[in-house]
């Protein structure tokens, strides 16, 4: 059989890792993106990219911590390279705070982050209106950098690009063998997914280099993240909410919540305003689906619904798709060799 023709739909962070596992995976598959919108204008782009799990109702926990520690490993190694600069990946060390103590007192994803510890009574003194929080250092995604760099390795690994959008995954047929469906918030009319529903978030990027370490409310309402050319403000989670403008009044209460965390941000520059959607979900929609219409046969992976953790997981989710993809392979070459005898 001749090389399978591999769509991945949507250019944002799931759309570009899971292309590139797929491309590494199965190199004498041909593999192309397509998408209405690349970097910078993907909701990727405005997320902060901390890698601190948000928790799937629907899923297992040992699967989400798997998805969180094969991300991890793999972009703490990236820290570690003469890419990561160019990656826009880092180390970032900071304090997680607690108003009331948490009902879990120690994460599930606590042994995969680096020393993770309560924090001792000096650190807690900076935050005198909490009563107790947890110390540790993970990593940052810096984006748009970090897409160009997943962009840059999928040219290298002869993956070709184009803008365009999908208004029916049928549409792909007569081109492509396998469609892999990474629309994000986009599968929502793409492929009528009533399950997906978009949580808007609000974010301030600001100018404050003297801020080097991440604070953050304990239910993540409040976010201080420093990255390496601004520190992300957060945040809202506004639930079936479609609007992509900016609120002024949202701008203000990001901003006097960050300052009582954080009050010498009063100082900051040069504020920027970014609102995206967080495709949601319970869980993940990883899943393989053959698609029929008047005898014809359309193999699809999808790999969307990441909500609000999708830096969190996406090597791993990627690394699951991939291994559907090659499903997919492997029942193309059983009914190309079916059709021979
Ligand atoms: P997107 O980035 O939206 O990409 C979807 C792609 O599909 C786009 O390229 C789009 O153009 C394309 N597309 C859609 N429909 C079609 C179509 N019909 N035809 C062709 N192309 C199509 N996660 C974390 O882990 N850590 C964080 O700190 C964090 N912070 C966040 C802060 C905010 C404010 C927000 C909004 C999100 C945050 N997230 C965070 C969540 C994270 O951003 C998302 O989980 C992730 O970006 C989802 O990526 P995606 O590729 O699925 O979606």
Redesign the pocket.
């Known amino acids: 059989m001749a090389a399978p023709k591999v769509a991945v ?9 899971t292309a590139l596992r797929v491309a590494e995976a199965f190199p004498s598959c041909c593999v192309t993106v ?6 910078p ?14 928790t799937y109702p629907g899923i297992p926990i040992h699967v989400q911590k798997q998805w969180f520690k094969e991300t991890f490993t793999n972009l703490f190694a990236i820290s570690n390279s003469a890419e990561a600069s160019e990656a826009g990946i880092h180390l970032v060390s900071g304090w997680q705070v607690f108003k009331n103590p948490p009902k879990d007192e120690v994460p599930f994803w606590s042994d995969i982050v680096l020393g993770f510890r309560p924090m001792s009574t000096a650190e807690l003194q900076k935050f005198p209106q909490h009563r107790s929080g947890q110390a540790f250092t993970t990593l ?2 810096n ?1 748009p950098p970090y897409l160009q760099w997943l962009e840059k390795r999928l040219k290298a690994n002869g993956v070709q690009m184009h803008t ?4 029916d995954l049928w549409e792909l047929h007569s081109e492509y063998d396998i469609v892999v469906n ?6 929502h ?2 492929v009528g997914d009533e399950k997906l529903f978009p ?5 301030l990027k600001v100018h404050a280099p003297w801020v080097k370490n991440f604070i953050r409310e304990g239910d993540g309402s409040t ?1 201080i ?1 420093p990255g390496i050319y601004s520190v ?1 403000l ?3 989670r506004e639930k079936e909410s479609w609007g992509l403008s900016p609120d002024p009044g949202t701008t203000k209460d990001i901003f006097d919540r960050c300052c009582s965390l954080e009050p010498s941000l009063q100082q900051a520059q040069d504020i920027k305003v ?6 949601s979900r319970l869980c993940v929609r990883l899943q393989r689906e053959v698609l029929s219409r008047g005898g014809a046969k359309l193999l699809v992976v999808h ?12 090597k791993g989710t990627a690394e699951e798709a991939a291994r559907l993809v090659g499903e997919c392979i492997a029942a193309l070459q059983g009914s190309s060799s079916r059709a021979k005898l």
């Open positions: 739909v949507g250019a944002g962070l799931i759309g570009l890792s397509l998408s209405e919108q690349f970097s204008n993907t909701t990727s782009d405005v997320a902060a990219g901390m890698l601190i799990p948000h940052k995604c984006c365009r959008k999908v208004a990474c629309t994000g918030i986009g599968a009319h793409l949580v808007r978030g609000q974010v976010y993240y992300t957060g945040g809202t970014k609102v995206g959607l967080r495709p790999n969307y619904g990441h909500g609000a953790g999708g830096f969190s997981v996406h």
